[in-house]
C-alpha cells in the first residue's frame, strides 16, 4: 500500500523509470505519444484508449477543449528523458493523481509493448510520489525537474520539458503562474533554476533530498 495521501489542491513530485532503466522513449514518435496520453488521461470522464478517444471525436465531428473538459491534475512542470520522467502535479479532484497515472502508465505500456511486439512491464514498479511541503521546496524542484535532462547531461534529442513553456511562452499543458508569479519577470526565474541547477551540480546530496 501507497503511504502518501493525496489531497486536492496539494502538489506532488512524481516520477519513475523504466525496467532496468531501459529506453522509454525510443523514437520521437514515442515521446509523441506520451506526451499526448498526458493529455488525453487527465479527463475526469474515462475515455477508454486514445484510439477510441480520437475515433469516437471523428464520429462526432468535434472534440472537447481542453478548456471545457473537467481533468484530474493540473502539470506545473514536467520532463521526459530517454529512460524516466519528471512531473510536479496538483491533485484537483478527488483520487486525480491514482486515476492519472494509472491511466497514464497502462496506456502507454500497451502502446509501447504492441509496437515493439514485447510484453512485461515497461516501468519499474509503482510510480514515486513526493508530497510537496513548502514554497521553497516547490521553486527549487520546479528548477530540478524542468532542466532534468541537464541534471543527467542526457545527449539524446529524444526528451521534452516544460522549460520552453516557461522561458518562452509556448503553449502546453502546464499552469505556470504558481511559479512564474513569484519573480518580476521570466529572465528573473531563468536565473534562478540555472543557479538552483548548479547547486545541485556541486551538491549531488541536494538532488538526493529532492528525490526522498
Known amino acids: 500500500m501507497r503511504k502518501i495521501n493525496f489531497v486536492n489542491g496539494e502538489h506532488y513530485h512524481i516520477f519513475n523509470r523504466g525496467v532496468d532503466k531501459r529506453v522509454i522513449f525510443p523514437e520521437t514518435a514515442d515521446l509523441a505519444r506520451f506526451f499526448k496520453s498526458m493529455v488525453e488521461f487527465n479527463s475526469i470522464e474515462p475515455i477508454g484508449s ?17 478548456s471545457d473538459k473537467l481533468e484530474l491534475v493540473n502539470f506545473i512542470c514536467y520532463c521526459l528523458n530517454p529512460n524516466h520522467y519528471h512531473f510536479i502535479l ?9 486515476k492519472f497515472m494509472h491511466r497514464l502508465g497502462l496506456g502507454y505500456t500497451k502502446y509501447l509493448n504492441g509496437k515493439y511486439k514485447r510484453n512485461g512491464f515497461l516501468f519499474q514498479g509503482p510510480f514515486k510520489a513526493i508530497h510537496i511541503n513548502s514554497n521553497e521546496y516547490l521553486l527549487h524542484l520546479s528548477a530540478y525537474v524542468n532542466l532534468n535532462n541537464r541534471v543527467h547531461n542526457f545527449e539524446s534529442s529524444i526528451f521534452d520539458s ?8 509556448r503553449n502546453g499543458i502546464c499552469k505556470k503562474n504558481i511559479i512564474t508569479n513569484q519573480f518580476k519577470n ?4 531563468k536565473n534562478f533554476a540555472e543557479n538552483s541547477l548548479k547547486l545541485i551540480r556541486e551538491k549531488k546530496e541536494i538532488e538526493k533530498l529532492l528525490l526522498e
Do not use: T
Not at 486514445?50 to 472537447?64: M, Q, T
Open 50 to 66: 486514445i484510439f477510441e478517444n480520437s475515433f469516437r471525436n471523428n464520429k462526432l465531428g468535434n472534440s472537447v477543449s481542453k
Open 90 to 98: 496538483e491533485q484537483i479532484a478527488d483520487n486525480g493523481i491514482r
Open 162 to 169: 516544460s522549460w520552453d513553456e516557461y522561458l518562452l511562452g
Open 186 to 189: 521570466i529572465s528573473e526565474y
